[in-house]
Each structure stands twice: as C-alpha cells, then as structure tokens.
C-alpha cells in the first residue's frame, strides 16, 4: 500500500500523459506507442501507467480526447472570428482534414475506431461526444449563413452529416497517403463541392431566417 501510495503522490498530472503520448504519435508514429515507452518518457512503469489508465485503449482514448479539445477550442476560435460565413466553413474545413500522410491526430483516430469493434458502451458515448461537437458547430455555421442569405436553403443538420461524411473519406485517403488524394486536392474538390450546392444564384438571397428545404 506505501509503494501504491508514493507512485500516486509522484505521477505525473494525466494531462502531462496525454501531452506525451500526443508527442511520441507524432514523432515515432503510433506503433511505437507503447505502455513501456510511453512509461519511460514520463517515469512511470508500465503497471503504474495501467493502474490509472486501465487498459491501452483507456490511453488511446483520452489521448485523442486531449488533441480533440484543442482542435476544438481553435476550431471555436476560427468559427467566432470574422469573415464570411463560407470563409469560417472553408477554416472549418482547412481544420478538418489531415496535414498529411501519417497525420498523428487523424492516426489515434483511425486506431480508437479499429478498437471500437470491443469497445464498450461507454467508450462509444465518448467518441460520440467528440463528433457531436464537429456536427454542432457545423450545423450552427450552415445556419447562420443561410440567414445571411449566404447559402441557399438547405436541411443543415442532414447536411452536415452529408459533409462530414464527404470530409472522413477525403481524410482517410489522405491520412494513409492514397495516390491522386494529397491534400491540396481533397481542398479543392470539397471546395468545389461546397460551390455546387451551397451557392446562392445571383439575386436569390432574403437574409431571412431558414426552414426546411
């Protein structure tokens, strides 16, 4: 119990943890991810890491919920910022897709989802917290800029589910390095998806609040 004690007292904040795995994911890539390193880089054992963790995937999971608030507190950032409506979504955008092959918050992601086949209820609830607020601020974009006359009308929340759908596959193939799918051009055809059915014809704008389409 003493031993159990001074490994609590002398453990590094969880936050810390996370900030380090988020770390050795984007140096190392994540198959070298493991307990024992990632015990090593903060000075803990393995048994201590899994006796606030749980399991890899308890660490796994927090780690993506560390990097997902800080994309999401810059994603709010970038949304309540000036600009356009459709400046703000094509941010939104910018945000959304990977950096590039091997991106490191888009390699948890692929991972958490590879174990969702055993995940448990709880572990489901939490991921699904994480998209709901990728939908929300989608959703509330759409919105406001169909009331500015932005946008044509559109059912924002099927939509956004639509879009976000368009944007996982994109990132998918750019986040595994898929030939003919670098970044610039999953940019570009989103971009041009977004004209084709976002776009009001010219003189159509109301400013008017939106309903259902």
Not at 90 to 115: C, I, M, Q, S, T
Not at 190 to 202: G, I, Y
């Amino acid at each position: 119990m003493a031993g159990t004690n001074r490994a609590r007292k002398n453990a590094p904040p969880r936050e810390e943890v996370l900030a380090t795995a988020m770390a050795m994911i984007a140096e190392r890539g994540l198959e070298k991810l493991t307990m024992a390193a990632l015990g090593r880089e903060v000075g803990m054992s393995s048994g201590h890491l899994l006796y606030y963790f749980r399991t890899k995937d308890e660490v796994l999971l927090g780690t993506l919920e560390w990097s997902e608030a800080r994309l999401g507190a810059e994603r709010g950032r970038l949304l309540a910022g000036r600009g356009t409506a459709r400046e703000r979504l094509d941010a939104y955008v910018d945000l959304y897709v990977p950096a590039g092959h091997r991106d490191p918050h888009w390699a948890l992601w692929h991972e958490v989802w590879n174990r969702s086949f055993n995940a448990d209820e709880a572990g489901r609830d939490r991921q699904a917290v994480i998209e709901s607020a990728w939908h929300r601020d989608l959703v509330a974009l759409l919105v406001e800029g169909m009331s500015r006359g932005e946008f044509r009308r559109v059912e924002p929340d099927r939509f956004a589910v639509r879009l976000r759908a368009l944007l996982d596959g994109f990132s998918i193939h750019v986040a595994v390095g898929m030939r003919g799918a670098d970044r610039a051009q999953v940019l570009a055809h989103v971009r041009e998806f977004l004209d084709d059915t976002l776009r009001q014809p010219q003189g159509t704008g109301t400013g008017r609040e939106p309903g259902p389409a």
